[in-house]
């Protein structure tokens, strides 16, 4: 599902027009950055929280040429789902 399919449904689901559901989403989804980047975590009710972590600097090397390269710490956003999610994704497998 792209963005505006996903604006769609969020206002058809609301009642809502296209337009004030898409402000809705922006500021949703700037709530959310602005949290990660302060080192917050974000839960999300039962769909599931997410949270930012630092991945360690490591050494890698250049197949083709066998040089090896440091690449530099970054910093990684994890989703770890909720309880409902995990048991919504669970049956619909389970069904198949």
């Given at each position: 599902?792209?963005?505006?399919?996903?604006?769609?449904?969020?206002?058809?689901?609301?009642?809502?027009?296209?337009?004030?559901?898409?402000?809705?989403?922006?500021?949703?989804?700037?709530?959310?950055?602005?949290?990660?980047?302060?080192?917050?975590?974000?839960?999300l009710g039962n769909l599931g929280d997410?949270?930012?972590?630092?991945?360690?600097?490591?050494?890698?090397?250049?197949?083709?040429?066998?040089?090896?390269?440091?690449?530099?710490?970054?910093?990684?956003?994890?989703?770890?789902?909720?309880?409902?999610?995990?048991?919504?994704?669970?049956?619909?497998?389970?069904?198949e």
């Amino acid at each position: 599902m792209n963005n505006n399919a996903f604006v769609g449904e969020v206002s058809r689901r609301l009642g809502y027009e296209e337009k004030d559901a898409e402000r809705i989403l922006a500021s949703l989804f700037e709530i959310i950055t602005e949290e990660l980047q302060e080192g917050n975590i974000v839960e999300l009710g039962n769909l599931g929280d997410f949270r930012v972590e630092k991945q360690m600097e490591k050494i890698v090397s250049d197949a083709s040429t066998g040089r090896r390269f440091l690449v530099p710490p970054e910093l990684q956003v994890i989703f770890e789902p909720g309880s409902a999610w995990k048991e919504e994704t669970g049956r619909i497998q389970s069904d198949e």
